[in-house]
């Protein structure tokens, strides 16, 4: 792997990494699509064998899904060996992913035509391996159905008149059963996943928060999350179990909510943000020595309607796993306010001033978390950082890193404030330990040979775990 390769590859994780190909603040939907599509095709034309190892980093599902499609529809150009290894990557990559996502995949793939012998090998051992056939029937229908179709598959037992004759037969498999039932008999109803829930509560008229109140114990903790604003204005109560929430996800839960109720709920979701951090810290904890960190709220970090709140979110997350981390911890917002728990996006992005704030400190580590729109005044940090780093620092005793949660589509990468402090990608604040030590890569000082064994590494243990 040479330094153009790793480049190539560095620009690729960090896309792969924060990009959706949804609307950013700075940039539309069709420019991000657009953006990531031909840089999908131009690493699989070019490092084809990376572009698969890639699957086994923490990348985010939009972007495996996608390569695992590029990789399918290109079979024909893999080598023997390399089919044998995309193979095993493949199929452990859609064992850890959501199965709706799976099932889009899939749909992905049948109206694209690809169905060579490997994809319907592939969606066969998926299916297969699922754990509750039944429930994928009814949960994930109309997907599982098409699915089977594609890969040629006759199902077992009463699967196949359940998906492919229709009618109301009577079925010995209970949800299915409960299913029937449930298209004449309310009390069914409740028996079933939520999202089919919900359709028979409309067939039957039932009242939304009589729904919601006997539907609850049936709901996942992300159903929970995504009804509960919608059960208030019904006058349901949903419940949301914030002590098993994953960080990230829950800073964007507390973020959601109006500020006067986060005053009214300090307490309980303070400590909440502060267990979820101890969990994503784990052995590392206390070991970061004295850090500063540069967190971005300004207008930009509100993100896009599609993707609302996205960076302040990471910025709220990271800001209590480096609480964790850290010996000593000095968090500086840019809007300069201190009460983090009522952060919201607001006002311009003066990144140099609070750079200037971190490095009075003579922290361990500097993090700064922003999208890297320095505009007050524009291009300060650079220049800050460039100085401290050429004439203050440059044995490099400070481990600086900037982590950047929107990709960028005009350069093809996330947004770099200078080339003298490193630049990742960052999806979950709970990914930024291995980040940090990941940044080490993108400095131009380790050597490609050591990126390759960090691949190499990756996916072994990748393999390993499946």
């Not at 391996?129 to 594609?150: C, E, I, Q, S, W």
């Not at 909440?272 to 970090?301: H, I, K």
């Not at 200078?418 to 604040?429: E, L, N, Q």
Request: aromatic share 8%.
């Amino acid at each position: 792997m040479d330094a153009i390769t790793a480049d190539d590859m560095l620009m690729f994780i960090n896309a792969a990494t924060t990009s959706t190909a949804q609307r950013e603040f700075h940039g539309g939907a069709e420019d991000q699509r657009l953006s990531l599509d031909f840089l999908h095709d131009y690493v699989i034309g070019n490092y084809r064998d990376l572009y698969a190892a890639a699957l086994a980093l923490d990348i985010n599902d939009h972007n495996a899904a996608l390569m695992v499609r590029k990789l399918l529809e290109t079979t024909g150009e893999a080598t023997e060996e390399q089919r044998r290894v995309e193979g095993a990557l493949i199929a452990r990559r859609l064992r850890v992913m959501p199965p709706q996502r799976v099932y889009d995949l899939f749909r992905a793939l049948r109206r694209a035509r690809v169905n060579n012998r490997r994809t319907r090998a592939i969606i066969r051992e998926w299916v297969a391996a699922r754990p509750d056939p039944a429930f994928d029937a009814v949960k994930y229908r109309t997907g599982l159905k098409l699915a089977l179709r594609h890969a040629h598959v006759a199902p077992d037992g009463e699967l196949g008149p359940f998906l492919f004759t229709g009618g109301h037969r009577r079925y010995h498999t209970p949800l299915l059963e409960t299913w029937r039932r449930a298209h004449y008999e309310q009390a069914s109803v409740y028996e079933l996943p939520y999202t089919v829930a919900e359709g028979f509560a409309a067939r039957h008229r039932i009242d939304r928060a009589t729904f919601l109140r006997r539907i609850e114990p049936r709901m996942t903790r992300l159903e929970r999350l995504r009804v509960q604003q919608s059960a208030r204005r019904d006058k349901a109560d949903v419940a949301v179990d914030l002590g098993s929430m994953p960080l990230t996800r829950l800073a964007s839960y507390v973020l959601s909510l109006p500020l006067p109720e986060r005053v009214d709920r300090r307490g309980e979701l303070t400590g909440a943000l502060r267990a979820a951090a101890v969990r994503a810290a784990g052995r590392v904890a206390g070991g970061w020595g004295r850090v500063a960190a540069v967190l971005d709220d300004s207008f930009s970090a509100f993100g896009s309607a599609q993707k609302r709140r996205r960076p302040l979110a990471v910025a709220l997350a990271c800001h209590y796993l480096l609480a964790e981390l850290a010996t000593e911890y000095v968090p500086l917002w840019t809007s300069g306010r201190t009460d983090a728990l009522l952060a919201y996006p607001y006002g311009m992005t003066p990144l140099g001033d609070r750079v200037l704030d971190a490095l009075e400190h003579a922290p361990d580590r500097l993090l700064i978390v922003s999208d890297g729109w320095d505009n007050a005044p524009y291009g300060l940090a650079s220049e800050v950082l460039r100085v401290w780093r050429a004439r203050l620092d440059p044995d490099r005793r400070v481990v600086a890193v900037h982590l950047n949660p929107v990709y960028d589509a005009v350069d093809f990468d996330v947004r770099r404030l200078t080339p003298a402090v490193p630049t990742v990608g960052v999806r979950d604040a709970e990914d930024v330990p291995a980040l940090v030590g990941f940044a080490r890569f993108t400095e131009g000082r380790t050597g490609s040979a050591a990126l390759r064994a960090h691949f190499d590494d990756r996916v072994a243990r990748f393999l390993e775990e499946g």
